[in-house]
């Protein structure tokens, strides 16, 4: 198993109303809920972070339209 670590946080009501119902509406725990958006607000950054990257680096690019023109894949 992970190393893991216990945290805190302070949230408010309207928030922990959506966390219970998210819970609730998935059978997860309160905790699994809040562990699995904090992953995946982590992983969104992440993915910002590479996106800003490549674009920074203003490199010629094709739109998904027009790769299925040239691949022949859109008649």
């Known amino acids: 198993?992970?190393?893991?670590?216990?945290?805190?946080?302070v949230i408010d009501s309207e928030l922990d109303?959506?966390?219970e119902r998210l819970a609730n509406a998935t059978g997860h725990s309160k905790p699994d809920v809040a562990r699995d958006v904090l992953a995946d607000w982590f992983q969104d950054q992440q993915d910002y972070r590479d996106a800003a990257e490549i674009i920074a680096r203003n490199e010629p690019s094709s739109s998904s339209v027009e790769v299925r023109r040239r691949l022949g894949l859109d008649r």
Do not use: G
């Open 1 to 9: 198993m992970a190393d893991t670590t216990t945290i805190t946080i």
């Open 17 to 19: 109303v959506e966390l």
